[in-house]
DNA sequence: GCGACGTGCAACTCTGGAGTTGCACCCACT
DNA sequence: AGTGGGTGCAACTCCAGAGTTGCACGTCGC
């Protein structure tokens, strides 16, 4: 196991997947306060079977969120920052990239509003209100 | 429609789940490359019916993703960066977090390590690897 | 060796969500 | 008025994934 994805895009597409659970969040969450844990005891701080847990927790070591780490008879789990931080990365430049093109396709508009009052004086034109939204 | 969730914590929440289905993120893409865009006109690009589109659209919305706007008979669909900005950092602190806490424990476990060292010499120990984990 | 504890594997259930189809409604255009 | 394109609503199918149970195997402690 713990064979991450290679290209940095499925990182984020497992990493997002993996993080869509909340039990999963909230094992990552357990893992991360206790610095180290196992299956078993994470089962007993949460209202699903061992199994389930297991089963999370290969999800995340899949994802690279967490490694898994054997000493004796059990399999301790250590939460794995790096690509948590990576797809936190993508997530910021993708908001970026969204302001961007919001300010350009705005900016753009006001120039056509610009250019349509001087050129003409057409006053009656539907609403066209941008984008009332919420 | 467009009731995103009060508390920050359930933003990002919606956010996550929002964002692990492909398909939504395909759709974003699209809406942010085109600056604006109707269910119709994405379904096109898309491998999927109208419909899923619009339900798909509905999860966005619900998660602050987008916002819609009616103009005339089609509604047309914006991106928003704001929750988007918002889960990015939420997701830059969380790392940051546990990269705190592994330095910590990476330093308590140093300084027990040259405690035992100096207070007795046992070199007759398991090996107890860390965690080589990948 | 023997019991206790932790893990691993497999088969099974069941619900949520992704997708579809069909139809009714609304608005623009001529 | 009537037609076409876009949207909205509802009922339906289908399957991946979350969770369970049961049992076998390895490992620690005595």
Do not use: N
Not at 80 to 97: E, F, G, Q, V
């Amino acid at each position: 196991m713990t064979d991450q994805p290679h290209g940095a895009v499925e990182a984020v597409d497992t990493v997002l997947a993996a993080l869509a659970d909340p039990t999963r969040r909230r094992l990552l969450e357990l893992i991360a306060a206790q610095g180290e844990a196992t299956a078993t005891t994470l089962a007993r701080h949460l209202p699903v079977s061992r199994q389930a847990v297991v089963k999370h927790l290969a999800v995340l070591d899949a994802a690279g969120l967490v490694s898994s780490g054997r000493v004796g008879r059990e399999v301790r789990y250590t939460v794995r920052p790096a690509a948590l931080d990576t797809t936190a990365r993508w997530m910021a430049s993708l908001a970026a990239d969204w302001d961007r093109r919001l300010a350009h396709i705005k900016h753009v508009a006001e120039a056509a509003e610009r250019e349509s009052r001087t050129g003409r004086d057409d006053a009656s034109r539907p609403p066209e209100q941008p984008h009332g939204g919420t």
